[in-house]
């Protein structure tokens, strides 16, 4: 028997290694303007209404790019495709570095937002072909806990590079200052970096890659009664059943229940320093470095959320019940927390209280990006990135532009009961209409099967 056969590999585990290192770099590159804004604000005097708008461009693009990107990676694989959008997205950073005006900044964060468009779906694709059903969950609460993880370091990033000192506690960092253009120069070159380790080392199947032995190979596609392993859902370059897909209740679902949570996600990946900052006044170092910790809750959210999905469908045995519970739990909770953030007087006490939200918004990722690969099969890209263009469509795009009007108003508690009011919606949908078990690319949406033999 060949070497690759006899041995037990752990090769989806490097795999998702090097996913989530490209979701950390992902999220660097969409917060660095965020962190960025008071020195931006400053130096171009750009207003918070201009500045909502501004950080809305990024999400135009990331949102009008979703399905061509998804599409990409199921027509090409996800090897050659984001190594190709990331060194794009990634010169798009250096490029924002650049920039002079806040007009310049919109048309270089629309491009961002393009670049990046491909890239969850991209990666929900690889892992639909890298991990049976049961270890989904995990797989994508664990990514995006690097994507938030990323975020959570930006800001300490951030300042080393601006004011060449950071304390951590009793610990400190200092260098040379380099001002805010090169927080840009520097993400953008992490990303070149990464493009090249992808795709010496992805491989767009289990099968082709040398890691892989026969025991992990059985154990990702499962095996039939005579011992032979089950097919790969992959046929090429699949045509999307558009008629079909398109009219589908449950993908109307899945993208409505998506846009309450990225609606309320994205206030804190785009205001929360300016928040902090301005509403709760802290100096802008301390606003940055304050920024940091719900976006850690956010990082343990991610991975209680994603292993919680996965033992309860371990346990159950029902996909609708374990997608269902985490996420109608994470968004209450949420909402809560978000209210009693915004209500309160005390500005680190609202920061523990957006610590809390930032944990239980995460919580749902794990079943949210798990829902496409059970209802979409081989066309988990395409179906990922329908929900996701609805999410940053109506959920990112329309999220700093309202906040900003209101800032510019000086009523800072009203955004945030909106988001409130997203996520008790959002748990609706989930409760009453979205069905995890029903595939949205069969007729007459039949309940999805899950093989034994792959669990």
């Known amino acids: 028997m060949p070497e690759a056969e006899q041995k037990s590999s752990y090769a989806r585990w490097y795999i998702l290694g090097l996913i989530c290192l490209m979701y950390l770099i992902t999220y660097l590159d969409r917060v660095v303007m965020s962190n960025t804004a008071p020195e931006i604000q400053k130096e171009f005097g750009i207003d918070n209404a201009t500045k909502g708008w501004i950080l809305s461009a990024l999400f135009w693009g990331y949102s009008l790019f979703q399905v061509p990107g998804g599409r990409l990676s199921e027509r090409f694989g996800p090897r050659v495709v984001l190594a190709c959008l990331v060194t794009f997205w990634s010169l798009i950073t250096i490029a924002v570095g650049f ?44 990514t995006h806990s690097a994507s938030r993880f990323g975020a959570f370091i930006a800001p300490t990033i951030i300042v080393l590079i601006i004011s060449g000192h950071v304390a951590i506690g009793s610990f400190s960092i200092s260098t040379q200052a380099l001002g805010w253009r090169w927080a840009f120069y520097i993400c953008g070159a992490a990303g070149i970096a990464w ?107 991610n991975i209680v959320g994603g292993l919680a999905t996965d033992w309860l469908l371990h346990k159950t045995g029902s996909t609708r019940f374990a997608r269902r519970s985490v996420a109608i739990t994470g968004m209450l909770v949420c909402a809560v927390f978000v209210v009693l953030a915004a209500l309160v007087a005390d500005g680190y006490t609202a920061v523990y209280y957006l610590t809390g939200a930032g944990f239980f918004l995460e919580c749902t990722i794990g079943a949210s990006w798990s829902v496409p690969m059970d209802t979409g099969g081989k066309y988990s890209g395409t179906v990922s990135a329908m929900m996701n263009m609805a999410g940053q469509l109506f959920g990112a795009v329309l999220s700093p532009i309202v906040f900003g009007y209101f800032a510019q108003a000086g009523n800072w508690e009203a955004p945030w009961i909106i988001a409130a009011i997203m996520l008790v919606i959002g748990a609706g949908i989930w409760g009453f209409w979205l069905d995890p078990e029903r595939s949205v690319i069969e007729k007459h949406e039949e309940p999805v099967a899950v093989p034994a033999a792959a669990e």
Request: hydrophobic share 45%.
């Open 99 to 142: 920039a002079t005006s806040g007009l310049s900044f919109a048309v270089l964060l629309f491009l961002l937002g393009a670049g990046e468009a491909g890239a969850f779906p991209g990666a929900t694709r690889a892992m639909q072909m890298w991990y049976p059903r049961r270890e989904r969950g995990f797989a994508q609460g664990f």
């Open 195 to 301: 493009s090249v380790w992808w795709y010496l080392s992805y491989r767009n199947l289990p099968e082709e890659h040398s890691l892989v032995g026969r025991a992990e190979l059985e154990h990702i596609r499962g095996v039939d009664a005579h011992g032979r392993l089950n097919p790969a859902q992959t046929a090429g370059r699949p045509r999307v059943p558009w008629s079909t897909l398109l009219p589908s209740s449950n993908m109307w679902a899945i993208m409505c229940a998506y846009v309450t949570y990225v609606y309320s996600l994205t206030i804190f990946l785009t205001w929360l320093v300016s928040y902090l900052n301005d509403a709760r006044h802290f100096n802008p170092n301390e606003a940055r470095s304050l920024s940091s910790w719900p976006l850690l809750g956010m990082v343990l959210g």
